[in-house]
């Protein structure tokens, strides 16, 4: 993985440039743009109801290494160990100035600077404050300061300027607000420097007292000191505990390998292999940099910022973690898993406040650290009922994924609540039998109407999963119970045009324009089975209704994944490249919502942030799209429809979960066959044997398969 570079010819021209020229630093705890003034913080949130959103702390330490302006190198990311840095030569110096969330020590922001001298004498290097340790931080979302002090740490070398906030404003009566220390070191004026290379670091740790967190015992304050005192006892191995962190995170990737020639090829519609290379490994970047495993929150379309105020949506299990589940699924089920699972009060409270049901659980449209509804448009409160489904979507896929049958019994209890939900919520006609969702959005936000397509095959597919679950775990339901549900998953309306061979939207659908991915979303991710011609009909009828003012970034994504799944390949690469690249741009190819360049940044103020639900979605498209996976409970296929483009030789699926066990996929091109290859890699063996199409995988052993029929991986039997 070579660096991403952004050259900046001055200090002040990087500082006001765009936010795309400025890279994201974050672990998933703290968050930050580093030419911004805002710091987030993992479930810190201010407001009341529709008013809350995720808070900005300022950053107390944010320094530059002052240089001969026309000497700076370049301002880069390396992608390797998830550092920012910015380099210059001086006639008499060279500086590299680092910055870094640490990976393992989540609480931790660190700078390093190293001075190199070139000639002899002593000389001094300038430290810059560009204006930002000045920001008043009672103008930041609500937050107030408490009380700041200094404290000695390390004997008298380090000084070290602690500041309390405290919320002002809590999301529901019943919470408490929240504190947050900040412990930062104090910076000297500048770098004294002699014939040797001299070295600053500063730390700054960030604790709350929020309840997950290591302030939690109401000192949140001698928690950040300890932090901080620990990372300077320490400040050897600080750089190389982080390194390794994110080399493993690193060990799960997709690899592409170029064909000979082909990147230099400017001619060719075809994606270029290091440019995708480059857009696949910044998207993974962008999910990381807001998830991680200790810290028991969701987060929103924007990743750990305030865009879209920070809230929580369906983004998360339907575009963002179908990525998280495959190659990282620790973090997704300690995050966004356990998120959910944390607060099934505010889903029973939503089901029959807002939604509409009587029992049962409906999961929030929004919600943030409470897990209550924080919506502020009251119709789509109401109305965008198809997120309880796609939450318990993203559970299924996890269960077919893992096989973890110790967490399906951890959640039965939820998905079982959101199908009592739906029996409550739904009306059954007593002349036809059939049952009807009315008065929902559908995931095409233009429109309001009954028995959206979408929506209805999402429950009845979730409520066919409460019985399998049920059955799988020996769980007794009541028989009157059970047969309520099966008669739902049996009857409920699945409209249909017979003689257009398509899906409608919803009830009386005119056929007019849509806002996003919708109806063609039953092919992939939901799986419904249809024939290839459905499949198509249901993608060209939709894309000639895509609303052209407002092309959301993932909807292309999944215009690609269809595409491809019925083998219509010129047409699914012409969407898988619309899928990134009017919506990502150089040079640290930052998501924007949509095309251009527009999106999050106009809805809100204050909103700096990467669209992860588009690379999410970009992402499926990589390993659903070309890769053709599919998963069933204890199935991994692989499908013929799986394509590489001329310009691609070979990708590389590094290190994927599949029960238990670690798999390597590798597509490529046979030298006598028309067909893709497939080489299968068991990397590490799970609890469960695996066998590919009835052969048993053996550990380090490549199995090489022609794809001219389908390829199945399952538990060996």
């Known amino acids: 993985m070579f660096p991403t570079r952004f050259t900046v010819l001055s200090l002040l021209v990087m500082m006001a440039a765009a936010v795309e020229q400025s890279p994201q630093i974050g672990n998933g705890y703290i968050l930050t743009f580093l030419n911004t003034t805002d710091v987030f913080i993992a479930g810190v949130f201010n407001g009341a109801g529709s008013n809350s959103q995720r808070a900005v702390f300022p950053p107390t330490t944010r320094v530059f290494a002052a240089g001969a302006e026309s000497s700076i190198e370049g301002f880069e990311l390396s992608r390797t160990d998830a550092t920012v840095s910015l380099s210059f030569n001086r006639s008499d110096v060279f500086v590299k100035h680092e910055w870094y969330a640490h990976r393992t ?383 739902f998953h049996d009857h409920i309306v699945i409209l249909y045009n017979k003689t257009g061979n398509y899906h409608p939207e919803f009830a009386g659908y005119s056929g007019d324009k849509i806002k996003q991915a919708d109806v063609v979303m039953l092919n992939y991710p939901w799986g419904m089975e249809m024939e290839a011609s459905t499949v198509k009909s249901d993608l060209d009828f939709y894309a000639a209704r895509m609303d052209p003012a407002n092309p959301v970034a993932m909807t292309w994504s999944m215009f690609a994944v269809g595409y491809f799944s019925i083998k219509e390949t010129d047409v699914a690469m012409e969407y898988f490249l619309k899928g990134f690249e009017n919506n990502t741009f150089p040079p640290f190819y930052e998501w924007y919502e949509a095309a251009g360049g527009a999106g999050c940044r106009g809805r809100f103020p204050q909103c700096y942030s990467n669209f992860i639900t588009g690379a999410g979605g970009f992402l499926q498209s990589i390993w659903a799209g070309l890769g053709g996976l599919r998963f069933q409970e204890t199935k991994l296929i692989i499908t013929t429809a799986a394509y590489l483009p001329l310009t691609i030789g070979e990708m590389r699926l590094q290190n994927i979960y599949f029960q238990d066990s670690q798999l390597s996929i590798r597509l490529f091109r046979g030298q006598n066959s028309t067909f893709l290859n497939v080489g299968l890699r068991l990397e590490q063996s799970g609890r469960t044997p695996l066998t590919v199409n009835d052969v048993p995988l053996r550990i380090g052993s490549e199995v090489v398969i022609v794809l001219s029929s389908t390829v199945i991986i399952t538990t060996q039997s």
């Open 105 to 487: 020590l989540r609480n931790l922001f660190i700078e390093e600077i190293r001075v190199t001298a070139k000639t002899s004498g002593n000389t001094s290097v300038p430290l810059l404050d560009l204006g930002i340790t000045g920001a008043d931080p009672n103008d930041y979302s609500g937050t107030t300061v408490i009380n700041t002090t200094l404290v000695k740490i390390q004997g008298d070398a380090i000084t070290a300027n602690v500041t309390l906030y405290r919320t002002v404003v809590t999301e529901v009566p019943f919470l408490g607000q929240v504190s947050v220390c900040c412990a930062a070191a104090v910076p000297s004026a500048s770098i004294q420097v002699n014939l040797s290379t001299s070295y600053l670091m500063l730390v700054t740790s960030y604790c709350t007292d929020a309840p997950s967190d290591e302030g939690a015992s109401g000192n949140p304050c001698a928690c950040a000191v300890a932090k901080l005192e620990y990372a300077y006892t320490n400040a050897k191995g600080l750089k190389a505990a982080h390194n390794v962190a994110w080399q493993e995170l690193w060990s799960h990737k997709v690899q592409f390998t170029a064909t000979e020639g082909s990147n230099l090829d400017t001619t060719t519609t075809l994606p270029n292999a290091s440019v995708l290379q480059v857009v696949v490994d910044l998207s993974f970047y962008a999910l990381l940099s807001s998830l991680r495993s200790d810290s028991p929150y969701s987060t929103g379309p924007g990743g750990l910022t305030n865009g879209y105020r920070g809230h929580t949506f369906w983004d998360m299990e339907t575009w963002i973690m179908p990525n998280m589940l495959l190659f990282y699924p620790e973090i997704a089920k300690g995050s966004a898993m356990s998120y959910r699972l944390n607060r099934l009060d505010g889903a029973a409270d939503n089901a029959i406040r807002v939604a509409g049901g009587t029992t049962g659980y409906a999961f929030p449209w929004e919600s943030a650290f409470s897990g209550f509804t924080v919506c502020p448009w009251p119709q789509g409160a109401s109305s965008e009922l198809h997120i309880t489904a796609d939450i318990v979507g993203g559970w299924r896929l996890y269960y077919f994924i893992s096989g973890d049958v110790d967490f399906l019994r951890r959640t039965f209890e939820a998905i079982n609540g959101t199908a009592a939900f739906w029996l409550s919520r739904a009306t059954k006609d007593a002349l036809t039998g059939q049952w009807h969702i009315n008065n929902v959005i559908p995931p095409d936000e233009y429109h309001f109407g009954n028995d959206s397509t979408y929506t209805n095959f999402a429950v009845r597919s979730v409520v066919n999963f409460t019985l399998v679950a049920a059955q799988r775990l020996n769980i007794s339901l009541s028989m009157s119970y059970a047969a309520s549900l099966k008669d």
